[in-house]
């Protein structure tokens, strides 16, 4: 699930260098974990002790022969995907498992043979994060399993699976314009409330198979072993090894190890291009000057006679003229170079909001096929308003 994986080294509870010291009252989990990379925790009891200080999600533990019974024994008939991190499965809590719950469909990740250090740590940091945090476009964490090799997590089942699966299709009909923007609204506020928490999480993997969408194509953003505790008081950035997907992260991460809050809005950008255009981030199959999609791009964005070009084809002309311009003129700031004239995500989600309109349809002529205004040779602003 996902392309083009790039994971170079680990650094998810790594202290970062340039991080002030804390008193314990005031730390993360995940900062606490830090501490002692040595005496992770092993068990349920655990990882319970390390959650009870700032867990505000009660989390269901379940041992691996309740999943066993969830899952059917792990047929190959409900699974749902493989990546990197191992498989996901389909399952159902039943009253055979847990005693007076309602049946609830599940998604069941299971981390695979991997017994290293590293993919402990990743499933901890899903586990801790998803722990502490809540929001409508936050795939909702049920429960886990620890036990003995055993890592797994159980997720609220998403029916439609991912953006990148739905996007991407070459069996279903292609996603509507409307559609894609109501996808970019809700990933746009479930990135902007990580940043905005109380203690401000960076999600590092913002992409389209890390965005799940349930039946009315509400996404969710799913998938936080990446994610890292962002700079707090002066600190503009948090320094770390460098993690994520080629063709997504953010140049100056890159480059530097610098990770920012900026870093997710770069890679948001490249998303919103993604269901702007129906390419891929990184596409070996196209001509070699049109496999990076941001190079590919960009160019075209600032000549109003090319922007036509760069719309995905599958929607037929169906499109408001004014909405695609705006959002295109979104990915275009996102993606500037220079993180520090990146918008907010804050200040994405409000110019993302009159794209949710009724009226955000009204500005085609004949089928949307009308000449698109260019977004201009600006870029240096930062300003998220198109």
């Known amino acids: 699930m ?10 998810i509870y790594r202290v970062s260098s340039n991080a002030k010291s804390e008193s314990p009252k005031d730390q993360s989990p995940s900062q606490k974990a830090r501490q002692d990379d040595s005496k992770l925790p092993s068990n349920p009891k655990e990882v319970e002790d390390l959650r009870r200080d700032s867990a505000n999600n009660p989390l269901m533990v379940f041992t691996f022969e309740e999943l066993k019974i969830i899952t059917g024994n792990f047929r190959p008939d409900c699974l749902l995907g493989l990546g990197g991190f191992g498989s996901v499965y389909k399952g159902i809590i039943s009253e055979d498992v847990r005693g007076g719950l309602q049946p609830l469909q599940v998604a069941v990740k299971v981390h695979d043979g991997d017994r290293s250090y590293q993919g402990h740590r990743e499933w901890l940091a899903e586990v801790i994060f998803l722990g502490q945090l809540s929001h409508p476009n936050l795939v909702k964490l049920i429960g886990y399993c620890c036990e003995d090799d055993q890592r797994v997590l159980i997720y609220e089942y998403m029916a439609r699976g991912s953006v990148e699966n739905n996007l991407f299709s070459r069996v279903l009909l292609p996603l509507p314009w409307s559609i894609r923007m109501k996808i970019a609204f809700g990933a746009a506020k479930g990135l902007a409330y990580l940043h905005e928490a109380e203690k401000p999480v960076i999600y590092r993997d913002f992409k389209t198979s890390n965005i799940l969408l349930d039946m009315e194509y509400n996404p969710k953003l799913s998938d936080f072993g990446l994610a890292k505790d962002g700079p707090v008081g002066d600190k503009s950035h948090v320094s770390t090894r460098i993690m994520g997907t080629y063709g997504y992260a953010a140049p100056e991460y890159i480059m530097t190890g610098h990770l920012s809050p900026r870093s997710d809005v ?70 500037n170079k220079n993180p520090k004239a990146r918008p907010l995500m804050r200040d994405i989600v409000d110019s993302l909001e009159p794209l949710q309109a009724d009226d955000a349809v009204i500005g085609a002529d004949g089928g949307g096929n009308s000449t698109l205004t260019a977004v201009g040779d600006g870029g240096g602003g930062g300003g998220a308003t198109p």
């Not at 996902?2 to 650094?11: A, D």
């Not at 702007?276 to 001509?287: E, F, H, I, M």
Request: aromatic share 8%.
């Open 2 to 11: 996902g392309n083009c994986w790039c994971r170079w080294e680990p650094s």
């Open 266 to 335: 770069y890679s948001f950008g490249v998303v919103l291009l993604e269901l702007v255009t129906g390419r891929k981030s990184l596409d070996k199959c196209r001509p070699a000057r049109e496999q990076n999609l941001t190079d590919w791009a960009l160019p075209l964005l600032r000549e109003k006679k090319k922007l036509v070009n760069v719309v995905d084809p599958r929607l037929g002309g169906d499109y408001p003229i004014k909405g695609v311009h705006k959002a295109a003129m979104l990915a275009y700031h996102c993606l």
